[in-house]
């Protein structure tokens, strides 16, 4: 069973920049890929970014051009690095991961503000 933990939200201002993180624990062997998605107060929850295990990538229109999603497989952890924040990228941000014997797991998320 894998578990994830989501850090490095906070309060931003406008054009400033967050890196958030997502630590894998368990069985990280069978996780096939991992992204990150958010949910803004009122709103559905939405896809920001995706990798796979063999890295491709794939980003919501939205955040193109500013956040970049990667990895560090030695120590199973997925970044968020989102650049240029804007107030409409305010919502919490939640790690997802979906494994092959599990399904889809997610973590509790981390909020993320982008305000002056």
């Known amino acids: 069973q894998v578990q994830l933990v989501e850090s490095g939200g906070g309060l931003v201002q406008p054009g400033g920049y967050l890196r958030l993180s997502c630590a894998a624990s368990?069985?990280?062997?069978?996780?096939?890929?991992m992204g990150w998605y958010r949910q803004a107060p009122g709103k559905e929850r939405e896809l920001v970014a995706t990798?796979?295990?063999?890295?491709?990538?794939n980003y919501a229109d939205p955040v193109k051009g500013r956040f970049t999603i990667s990895r560090d497989n030695a120590k199973n952890t997925v970044y968020l690095q989102m650049n240029t924040l804007k107030p409409e990228d305010t919502a919490v941000y939640y790690c997802?991961?979906?494994?092959?014997?599990?399904?889809?797991?997610w973590g509790q998320g981390t909020q993320v503000t982008v305000s002056s």
């Open positions: 997802k991961a979906v494994d092959t014997f599990s399904g889809i797991i």
């Open positions: 368990g069985n990280i062997f069978s996780i096939n890929s």
């Open positions: 990798i796979t295990k063999g890295g491709a990538t």
